[in-house]
């Protein structure tokens, strides 16, 4: 097995990289503009003014044009695409009243005219009590419901999004075979059974690598959230076979090559921001030391962009 990151913006990345019709499957979260800020630098895709919308004249919007337009070059036909999206609030004074941004059908329509097929979603719900308190949201609080009920508003959830790039697939995962689903990638038919569910309610906020807060360059800076390994994993094994390559191209700190890694997958990802990166370097080399005995060899390439 080979564990390939490179420290470089993720467009380029892929062009100079990744040839065509080379990855079996892609799991990550996308960065949204204006909200948390990872670095300083042009590329990072999180330093978009989105405004109140992600539309194609916006720098977002055209970020990701050239992003899916690499995404579908690499990508093999019949591969799936997982990205994990968070709805998005609007703030009176930034957007004229407190409500939602639909970030997750901005990503719908980015990947679509993209060229790839939506093929589902799953629902991952968050601790309403938790959020409230993280982030003061008033449509959460009993004090806002004691006023006035009408301004109280669900938790927003996370969402995985489902994409496939058409074609017919060379390498299909395995199809029911008696009690085992995919049985080359480990999915049993009661793991299907549990996350056919649109909903996937049992998943820990807190499943996630450590070093997210270490990884940060300053104290003022907002730190990266992980992605919860369990959502990983379980696209992983849904969607792809042991051996195959599975690309995450915001590699955070990367925790779907350590998922990887876990699984006997090949992995290839892309960070922009330096400290991000060496917290991945030292997340997949625990995970290798965690292998012992079948250590795969883990490949390391930096590039800067200087
Ligand atoms: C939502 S975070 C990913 C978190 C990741 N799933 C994890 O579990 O750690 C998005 C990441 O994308 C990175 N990023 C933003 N623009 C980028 C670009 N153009 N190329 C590569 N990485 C980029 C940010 O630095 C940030 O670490």
Not at 52 to 58: G, H, I, Q
Not at 60 to 75: A, D, I, K, P, S
Not at 171 to 195: H, Q
Request: charge should be negative; aromatic fraction near 10%.
């Amino acid at each position: 097995m080979t564990t390939t990151i490179y420290n470089t913006d993720c467009i380029k990345g892929m062009a100079d990289k990744l040839a065509e019709n080379s990855v079996d499957l892609v799991v990550t979260s996308i960065p949204f503009g204006a909200l948390f800020m990872y670095s300083g630098k042009n590329e990072d895709i999180g330093n978009n003014h989105d405004d109140a919308e992600f539309m194609d004249w916006s720098n977002f919007g055209l970020h990701m044009r050239f992003w899916t337009e690499q995404l579908l070059r690499v990508m093999k036909p019949g591969c799936n695409v997982c990205i994990h999206v968070q709805q998005l609030l609007k703030y009176k004074n930034q957007h004229g009243y407190m409500g939602r941004r639909d970030f997750r059908g901005a990503v719908i329509n980015i990947m679509e005219r993209g060229g790839f097929e939506w093929k589902g979603e799953v629902a991952i719900p968050k601790n309403p009590q938790a959020m409230a308190q993280r982030m003061n949201l008033h449509c959460l609080l009993f004090i806002t419901g004691k006023k006035n009920a009408r301004q109280l508003a669900m938790a927003m959830n996370d969402y995985v999004l489902i994409f496939q790039k058409p074609g017919e697939c060379a390498n299909p995962v395995p199809a029911i075979r008696d009690e085992k689903i995919n049985p080359a990638g480990w999915l049993t038919t009661e793991d299907w059974i549990k996350w056919a569910r649109g909903v996937w309610d049992d998943v820990h906020e807190t499943d996630v690598l450590d070093g997210y807060r270490s990884a940060r360059e300053s104290d003022q800076e907002k730190h990266v959230c992980p992605l919860q390994l369990e959502v990983i994993r379980r696209c992983m094994l849904l969607y792809s076979n042991p051996g195959e390559l599975v690309l995450d191209p915001f590699m955070g700190i990367g925790s779907v090559a350590f998922v990887a890694v876990q699984n006997k997958r090949n992995a290839v990802g892309f960070e922009l921001k330096e400290s991000y990166y060496q917290q991945c370097l030292a997340n997949i080399a625990k995970a290798e030391r965690d292998l012992l005995d079948d250590a795969p060899l883990l490949n390391l390439c930096k590039e800067s962009e200087k």
